[in-house]
């Protein structure tokens, strides 16, 4: 179904970016990149900025009208030159307002992408590289996300079965 098919996503992007050199200078902080950088730095890295701005140019087409697509950073424009559309919001408010993505942003950069890609070399392409990083870590939030909605599609669907399996865990 539609989750192995985001699985799948995910896999291949992965397999995309370990073609690729770490290329180390795309995640300095130090250059003047722009305004504040992810977590309040003053600079951001080549990567942050390429993520923010892509992320700008796809607020604005409408990617993130729907709740399974979820931005690293906040879109500065609220609005969106595509018609809106009215997607489904089966998400309880209190699992809506969750977002994993500085915890994805921080398994990808610190945990995954080391042993991914060739720590030792630099090809000087870094748009190629933050590029491919951005699908990788779109892929990974579109896919946790997703899978959070039909969690709770399941739970409303079984409420009292999952609810004495939640409280059995705690």
């Known amino acids: 179904g539609f989750l192995t098919r985001e699985e799948d996503t995910v896999v291949f992007s992965l397999i995309e970016r370990a073609k690729h050199p770490l290329n180390l200078p795309a995640y300095d902080d130090r250059p003047c990149f722009g305004p504040a950088g992810r977590h309040g730095r003053r600079n951001g890295s080549f990567v ?16 993130y009208q729907s709740q399974q697509e979820v931005p690293f950073f906040q879109p500065r424009v609220p609005f969106t030159l595509a018609p809106p559309y009215n997607f ?15 915890a994805i942003w921080g398994m990808y950069f610190n945990e995954l992408l080391p042993q991914l890609a060739n720590n030792g070399s630099d ?3 870094y748009a190629v590289t933050a590029a491919s990083d ?36 705690v």
Request: one cysteine or more.
């Open 123 to 125: 090809d000087g392409n």
């Open 48 to 63: 942050e900025l390429f993520v923010r701005e892509s992320e700008q140019i796809q607020a604005k087409a409408g990617r």
């Open 88 to 102: 489904t919001t089966d998400l309880h408010p209190g699992a809506a307002s969750v977002n994993v993505n500085d």
């Open 134 to 169: 951005l699908a990788c870590l779109q892929a990974l939030s579109r896919r946790i996300n997703y899978g959070r909605y039909v969690a709770e599609v399941k739970f409303r669907g079984d409420q009292q079965r999952y609810t004495a399996l939640i409280r059995s865990k």
